[in-house]
């Protein structure tokens, strides 16, 4: 039996099927995600035949196989258009060439290598020129390339007939949202989901944000064309709302937020005398208005670093308290601010630093340097010297923050 | 009210002031311990004064003074013994010397500048040389150096009268156990015992096992001479199963159990491309009865690094089986694998790489390069062909197995 799906009419030609996943803690093995995930598979049906747009996570092909059956589209399915060989969205195309061997798969040139590479099978393969069309039966289709979003041979597709255009992971979200449309949530529902959308746009499309900026022109031509924006994840987009993310997109790829000035704290405090420090800090910032937020690693609490890079994408500038451990960066702080740098870049950067035997920020100053980052202040001390920087630290910030403006 | 403690005599002039903490989940704000931790504090009595052996972890320092004051030790506590300044045992030293401004504080020359910087005070304080023996009243002491265990300035210290042998972190576990003694415990609970004696050995002291191994001679002939040993985490131990703990300490600083050939298998999997090849690696050692331990990363699976660690420490290969992700090793894995040849040092290593766009496994081979890790072999291919290397990686680990034995 398949549960955990929602399936909808779309428009005249195109269905959504959703599979939500509740089950998967870890995106990509590496982000943690309380709040679920969704994977949307679309059936476009001609008069004599059904296209897939992009299929399911690998190990659910066949429960689809078994659903598409069920619901009538199975027998006549005749193409699979597949955005990427992501195997969150091409992961069902196994069982699907197994149920139907003369499926032809419509892709980028670089997908029937990966498949092969992938899967270990081969498939009857269309491939697609960038603004190449494409006509089945009464479906009329264009693809373009939107490479590195955020795998290299990935594409979009627009289906002319009913103004939908099927964006892949660009546009998506988190959440496993039953819902049809983002246009039926609330405010406050709709505040989190945005929430949502730049969390998974750094953690997942962050590290190639600069591609994001590349295509943007492409793609709001044709969400400016479109009735429907059908990501791959999440909830289904209307035009304006669309517009609205795509302004989000610029502003989460080029990294900050001019207008408001945000600052990101992330510290570990082994023995409580950096989070000490830390909290009069945030506390001394307090009136200056500053949008402030703070992720501590201490002895009873551990933030969720996929939370942490979602946050850092639009942070103006970034504060590291971090403690010297056996003569090195704490390793976890150290873990962080990499993963951080390369999926959302540099950030004018901050570090105080506490030690017991000996000193060690210049080590972390140094790996950001290596990783292309110039702007990074340092302050180091002693446990019982900490509180002596703030005052320092508060007068570079609001420095920071009067060039930002 | 002083809670979660509990309050035993040891010897005619020895008492055991244990503070249980159930509520710190990472220990050094790093390390996983749903197990909990305790730290020993040691009451030793004169025909006139007192002297404590340790304190308790910083933020309970109040809780420790009014228990003192509860039990009528402080009214004639006159020295405080610190063996090291991390703060988990000398965390109580700033109200205990606002409670008792005389208190003479003795430990390392190094300690009182620690003191100073660490905790903002100055103290009365009286170094000891290594050996150097101490008389308080009817009380005979004696101190010797045991640096790098695991901070620079570590002593331990030895009770002529009662035959106790005070250890601070060495031969101490994980784990906020009410019993006094381990040998109370039963032949389970002490086999679980041991396995958090190792955990926390690899997590604190694992970097400096060189120092361990140095140190060792010395505190075996203390051993030796003790009735009991008295370690400031943890149960208190008599001679015979410290003989024993002590020669763990030495398989575990040097690396590895000849007589037992045993396999540390970690990796990630994405979507379950590698998880499958390591479960069908796995299954086919099964029948050559070598211990395997397996930690993964997955959708749904994320092991504890201590844990991790812990089980590092006497293995004689690391099997590692790796994504490639955007280009780089996948984080997590880089992540543990740095932290764990930096707490337990380098191990035979089989990297198993699998790649959608590109190979990388020969970085991590370069970062355990950089990191002094010579034997490292590595294999890589596609997911689909993953299953192929099984028949080589086997023959490696059987040959290496014959080569250990």
Not at 113 to 128: A, C, D, H, T, W
Not at 157 to 165: A, G, I, M, Q, T
Not at 190 to 205: E, G, M, T
Not at 221 to 246: C, F, K, N
Request: aromatic residues 12%; contains cysteine; charged residues 25%.
């Amino acid at each position: 039996m398949i549960e955990n799906y929602v399936h909808y009419q779309l428009t005249e030609n195109v269905e959504v099927l959703r599979l939500l996943d509740y089950e998967t803690k870890y995106f990509e093995a590496l982000w943690e995600i309380p709040e679920g995930i969704a994977y949307n598979s679309y059936i476009v049906k001609s008069y004599d035949s059904v296209v897939l747009v992009d299929t399911w996570k690998i190990g659910y092909g066949d429960k689809l196989v078994e659903l598409l059956d069920k619901i009538g589209a199975l027998d006549r399915l005749t193409h699979i258009i597949t955005h990427h060989l992501e195997p969150d969205h091409s992961g069902s195309l196994v069982e699907l060439i197994k149920a139907k061997p003369d499926i032809i798969v419509v892709g980028h040139p670089l997908s029937a290598k990966l498949i092969e590479s992938q899967y270990g099978i081969r498939v009857n393969f269309k491939p697609v020129r960038d603004k190449e069309e494409l006509k089945l039966s009464n479906l009329h289709f264009s693809f373009y390339y939107t490479p590195w979003l955020h795998w290299p041979e990935t594409i979009v597709s627009y289906l002319h007939n009913d103004k939908v255009f099927f964006t892949c992971d660009v546009f998506g979200s988190y959440g496993a949202y039953r819902e049809k449309l983002l246009s039926v949530l609330n405010s406050e529902e709709r505040s989190r989901y945005f929430k949502l959308a730049r969390k998974y746009f750094a953690n997942v499309v962050g590290h190639y944000r600069d591609f994001v900026l590349k295509s943007l022109n492409k793609l709001l031509e044709l969400v400016e064309r479109s009735e429907y924006i059908a990501p791959a994840h999440g909830l289904i987009l209307e035009r304006d709302e669309t517009l609205y993310m795509a302004k989000l997109y610029e502003k989460w790829a080029k990294g900050t937020d001019l207008k408001d000035f945000k600052i990101l704290v992330i510290y570990n405090s082994m023995y409580g005398f950096i989070e000490k420090l830390i909290n009069k800090l945030v506390e001394s910032l307090k009136d200056t208005g500053y949008n402030i937020s703070t992720y501590a690693f201490t002895w009873n609490k551990r933030p969720l670093i996929s939370e942490i890079i979602g946050d850092a994408i639009d942070a103006s500038i970034l504060i590291v308290g971090v403690s010297t451990y056996e003569n090195k960066t704490f390793p976890l702080v150290e873990y962080t601010i990499k993963l951080l740098v390369h999926k959302v870049g540099c950030k004018k950067t901050i570090i105080i630093g506490t030690y017991g035997w000996s000193g060690k920020t210049t080590e972390l100053k140094n790996i950001l340097k290596n990783l292309g980052c110039s702007e990074v202040y340092c302050y180091e001390t002693t446990p019982s010297q900490l509180l002596d920087v703030i005052r320092q630290v508060k007068n570079l910030i609001k420095m920071e923050a009067q060039f930002s403006q």
